[in-house]
């Protein structure tokens, strides 16, 4: 299964966006078990902003790194102590414009098993991992519909390991899935099942003005 995901990501062309807002990457670190996981972590309580969420390591770019990949690394290094090395990148996917402006490029990586990570208090409280199989499987909590530009995304929101995923994860995920694994899952087509939870678009300008608030 690894081995053709990592075909496949290779073979996939992200979509590139070319804009002045600060940059962000994240990495899709992938457990190899014989069952694999795909690793999260939990953004510490006593944060300012995005306390609780769950999210993949990473963070913003600092001018002295030299690409997007590096920054992925070295976040992931900085907060849950995942050595640089033992990444293997397996692709690309496509940059996202975060909820508060920021173009975020997510990388997928394999890691091996039992590593001794540790997340960083200051800034995650958990670090967690969730079998693939419940994401291959299309088992969605439900699905936040969220207008992003005029159009509808149907955003997949998983519960696992007591944790919630959704929002910027889950939309990284479903090109994950897609791209990655072939799965008939897409953010632009509403799922044939489950239940759909529409996200208000007055209520998104709102966490966006707040965001960008002094």
Known sequence: MLEKL??????????????????????????????????FTRRASHL??????????????????????????RESREEIAL????????????DVISLHGILVTPYVGLIPPDLPLVPDPSELDAIFEVELSLFL?????????????GRLHYVP???AA????WGLSSMMLVELLAEGFGR????????PTGRLCYFPERLLRTLHSETHTP
């Open 6 to 39: 990592r075909k496949r990501l290779q073979a996939h062309t992200p979509c590139r966006m070319r804009l002045d807002m600060p940059q962000a990457a994240v990495l899709l670190p992938i457990v190899d078990r014989p069952e694999p996981t795909l690793l």
């Open 48 to 73: 300012n902003t995005h306390s609780g969420q769950v999210a993949f390591p990473g963070g913003k770019r600092e001018e002295a790194d030299p690409d997007l990949l590096f920054t992925a690394l």
């Open 83 to 94: 050595p640089p090395e033992r990444v293997e990148l397996l692709g690309r996917l496509s």
């Open 137 to 149: 499987e299309d088992r969605r909590h439900h699905t936040d519909v969220i207008p992003v530009d």
């Open 157 to 159: 929101s998983y519960h």
């Open 162 to 165: 007591g944790q919630v995923i």
């Open 184 to 191: 008939p899952v897409s953010l632009l087509e509403e799922p």
